[in-house]
């Protein structure tokens, strides 16, 4: 299928802003440093995860569905994302939640407040297969009562999810062009790798100036697994939008430098990085994706890794609820 043959809704306020950080750079005497506003999608607290939805959505409409039923983490920005749009298209949703803190902050205050159906569970991420059956008899169940149900299990899709960052890549390039610059690189967090593999096809389709640089936020998979599932999805992903374009591992830009030990931590790195945009820039980065690519980013320039003459984009992912879960360890 061709990228614009696509179906999409419109859920988010685009093109979010291209904005110069130029405190940042004359701080740690860097190169230029644009940050794509990411943050700012407009759905929800916004985030990256914002984007696949309107491509998402639009199936689940086109199939007249009226429910959907998901599972995630009590701190997930994309299951945030999910139900906020789902109400904006006026669908229940019923939310199974992972064994968690059961504090209503950050995101599970806002999935309260987003008026979720919140079904809290025992179980953790090995258990997903259990939860998943669950869920489809759920499913099966409001089938039978005459809903139509769309079954979203936790941080899976595809290419037509995917499709939204290929997407992206065209409206940064057309943002730089208005601006009549260019740049060298575009740093940003790559956790399931779909924001990255999109980036990457995105880049090739539009011939982009610069190279994508992902960072790993957390240990759940190796830096070995991350760079193959990036290949793997951005090949899949340029199959399906019949361009036929293939990605190895090795093509890959990645560091693992900067995840935090568990899951879901924050680093000391990360938090430095958020104070540091925070207090130049008046923008906040969340403590467990975006500032740990900051904080990459900023050792990088410390390093020397730049030519004072290069353009380096930071793309904000958002992930903000996240910032007043951890307030403790933020203010230790
Ligand atoms: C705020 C934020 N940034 C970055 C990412 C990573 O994106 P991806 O899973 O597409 O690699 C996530 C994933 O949940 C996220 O919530």
Known sequence: ?????LGRLKLCTLPTPLMEAPQISAKLGGPRILIKRDDLTGLAMGGNKSRPLEFLMAESKKNGDDIVVTAGYQQSNWVCNIIAAARKLGMDVILFLLKGSGRFQGNLLLYKLLGADLRFTDMEVRDLP???????SLAAELRRQGRRPHVIYYESFGPVGIASYVMLVSEICQQLQEKGLTAQYLFHTSGSGCTQ?????GARYFKAP?????????HRYTRE???????????ATSQFL?????????EVKYYDEYAGES???????GIEAIKLVASTEGIFLDPIYSSK????LIDQIRDGRFKPQDTVIYYHSGGLPQLFFYNEELTA
Do not use: H, I, W
């Not at 259990?130 to 489809?136: E, G, R, S, V």
């Not at 593999?197 to 096809?201: D, P, Q, R």
């Not at 599932?229 to 090949?235: Q, R, T």
């Open 225 to 235: 697994q991350r760079v193959r599932m990036v290949a793997d999805l951005a090949s």
């Open 1 to 5: 299928m061709k990228l614009e043959e």
């Open 263 to 269: 899951y879901s931590a924050p680093t000391k790195k």
């Open 293 to 296: 690519s900051m904080a990459c």
């Open 242 to 250: 019949d361009m036929n374009f293939s990605f190895s591992p090795e």
């Open 210 to 218: 610069f190279e994508v640089v992902g960072v790993m936020p957390n």
């Open 130 to 136: 259990a939860l998943y059956k669950q869920m489809d």
């Open 197 to 201: 593999a999109g980036l990457l096809v």
